[in-house]
């Protein structure tokens, strides 16, 4: 096996494709400059999908873990999924200044603890932030330096029938659902980029793309 020798250090800047290759060859280095990412899109999309194959790729990625107050989906675990809290508690997190943001969702509160995004990004990390529109827009008041990244379906009808064919949410969970993916599939273009995720590796190769590119 060949070693490569390191790159000099005489610049403090690193280009975008040192940064990917950094990332994809070494999964528990870190990349030198923290950077948020905001990923957004509909429900059944495929958000989770494509950064799971994201994250296999690029292991030193980090995914924020969100609070819910939504109850666990069969197979979601507490802690990596999500954190599985009650309302009163999630409450207690706004009122406490806890949360970067915080939206409702299909009748579910959802939010993103702001300690360990903090923490990841002054350890030089790259954040992903996966939200819907709303928490989406408060980030972008926020953090205005953030990427912002929205997923759309091919089409509507194959939306509904990924959210089906998941199988995971009740029907009125679904419908909810839907109705909120128009108005989210309305606002695509505050985003920086709008990724179709109609071929999974034609998506994924979309994203990182618009990930290193600067
Ligand atoms: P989200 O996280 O946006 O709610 P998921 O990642 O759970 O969506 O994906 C919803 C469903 O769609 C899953 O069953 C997943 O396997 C499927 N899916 C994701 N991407 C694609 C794709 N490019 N083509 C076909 N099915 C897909
Ligand atoms: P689900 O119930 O399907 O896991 O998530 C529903 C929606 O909530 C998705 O659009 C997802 O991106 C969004 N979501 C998940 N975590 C957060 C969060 O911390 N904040 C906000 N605003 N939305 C979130």
Do not use: C
């Amino acid at each position: 096996m060949t070693v490569s020798s390191p790159a000099p250090l005489d610049t403090l800047t690193l280009e975008a494709e040192d940064e990917r290759q950094m990332m994809a060859q070494a999964g528990h280095h870190t990349p030198r400059r923290g950077r948020l990412i905001v990923f957004t899109g509909p429900s059944g999309v495929g958000k989770g999908t494509l950064l799971r194959s994201l994250r296999h790729r690029y292991p030193a990625l980090k995914l924020s873990v969100s609070a819910t107050t939504r109850s666990p989906r069969p197979g979601e675990v507490d802690g990596q999924d999500y954190f599985f809290i009650s309302r009163d508690a999630f409450e207690a997190m706004v009122e406490q200044g806890e949360l970067l943001e915080w939206a409702e969702f299909a009748g579910n509160l959802y939010g993103t603890p702001k300690a360990s995004v903090r923490q990841d990004i002054e350890a030089g990390h790259w954040v992903i932030l996966e939200i819907e529109l709303e928490g989406a827009r408060q980030v972008r008041e926020t953090f205005p330096d953030a990427m912002q990244l929205f997923v759309m379906p091919p089409s509507l009808e194959e939306l509904e029938s990924r959210i089906r064919l998941r199988g995971k949410d009740a029907d009125d969970a679904i419908e909810r659902r839907l109705q909120r993916a128009l108005v989210e599939i309305d606002a695509a273009s505050e985003f920086d980029e709008q990724i179709v995720n109609d071929d999974l590796e034609v998506a994924l190769q979309h994203l990182e793309r618009a990930i290193f590119k600067d």
